[in-house]
């Protein structure tokens, strides 16, 4: 299974580029990478997904390396509202394994 | 109005009582999904359903029961609800087509006491 590991707690300025990352050594051939953010009492929401390289929207960015063992969601001028936990998911889609989320990261955003 | 709706939104009940989650989506999306979440901790997937005749159990399904009566519905079912059942209920959607993405209803507080 791609069990993945990712950093419990983080702190940053607001106006500052925040980097995640995700570790997940044992990923196969057929998954992607999908990121979701949680903001308290409320269900997660989809931000971003990739299967390697780069891929952007109007809200992240996502780094894939060519071995795909990590990845690193990049949060560019974070605000306040962006503190939220962020969880990486990793699976094939059709799986359950694609629906297992983390403990995810807690990003504080401080002003 | 809300793409995934949840009802009820809290709950409090006693053991040993049977209990049912709702949730309805005009999304019209194929797949549904029920989590619970504790606090301080990730969600868990409890059972998922890829179609109306598709129901597969999640990581925790033990102590839960789910009936897909329409596309649009998913009901999680707690036969005899024990103290350690009280969490955070959410429903989520999703297709086919958008691999991992999921949408998440409201989520419903259920209280067990």
């Known amino acids: 299974l791609a069990k993945t590991t990712q950093p419990i707690s983080m702190d940053s300025y607001e106006g500052q580029e925040v980097n995640i990352t995700c570790s997940h050594n044992?990923?196969?051939?057929?998954?992607?990478i999908t990121w979701y953010q949680q903001f308290p009492s409320q269900g997660p929401r989809f931000i971003i997904q990739g299967y390697k390289t780069k891929v952007t929207n109007e809200v992240a960015s996502l780094f894939i390396p060519a071995d795909r063992k990590s990845s690193t969601l990049s949060l560019p001028r974070v605000s306040l509202s962006d503190t939220a936990v962020y969880y990486c998911?990793?699976?094939?889609?059709?799986?359950?394994?694609?629906?297992?989320f983390g403990s995810g990261t807690q990003l504080t955003v401080l002003p | 109005d809300a793409d995934v709706t949840q009802t009820p939104r809290n709950r409090i009940t006693k053991t040993g009582k049977r209990i049912m989650l709702e949730c309805s989506q005009t999304k019209g999306h194929d797949r549904m999904y029920w989590y619970r979440q504790d606090p301080g901790l990730g969600l868990r997937l409890i059972y998922y359903s890829f179609d109306v005749k598709d129901i597969n159990k999640g990581e925790i399904s033990d102590g839960y029961s789910v009936s897909r009566q329409a596309q649009a519905k998913f009901s999680l079912s707690l036969e005899s609800a024990i103290p350690n059942q009280t969490a955070l209920y959410f429903c989520a959607t999703g297709t086919s087509g958008t691999y991992n993405e999921q949408f998440f209803g409201p989520g419903t507080r259920l209280t067990v006491l």
């Open positions: 998911l990793v699976g094939t889609p059709g799986s359950a394994r694609q629906l297992t």
């Open positions: 044992n990923i196969a051939t057929n998954d992607y």
